[in-house]
Nanobody, 117 residues
């Protein structure tokens, strides 16, 4: 049974930092990519950051480049995201994901990040 457990969300003032973590268990297929999406009220879910399990290659949304850093621990199946210089527009529910081969995506339950101005 696959389980993704997220931690690290919360309330922070603009300019502050948060670190999100997501630990996956029960995945038996090869993990290709892991990362984070977010969804703000009334908006579609958007990709924030992703990282290749094998190469470590990262990909970021333009809105977070230079502020967010995604990293992975392949041994423990954990993906982290360090979020710095947070802005009110970063307020959203953040969802981690693990994409495997054969293609399947597992989602975390979501963690709320609120940035006050």
């Amino acid at each position: 049974q696959v389980q993704l457990v997220e931690s690290g969300g919360g309330l922070v003032q603009a300019g502050g930092s948060l670190r999100l973590s997501c630990a996956a268990s029960g995945i038996t297929s090869t993990i290709n990519v892991m990362g984070w999406y977010r969804q703000a009220p009334g908006k579609p879910r958007e990709l924030v950051a992703s990282i290749s399990s094998s190469s470590g290659h990262t990909n970021y949304a333009d809105s977070v480049k230079g502020r967010f850093t995604v990293a992975r621990d392949n041994v423990k199946n954990i993906v982290h995201m360090e979020m710095n210089s947070l802005k009110p527009e970063d307020t959203a529910v953040y969802y981690c994901y693990f994409q495997t081969f054969p293609a399947r995506i597992y989602w975390g339950p979501g963690t709320q990040v609120t940035v006050s101005s």
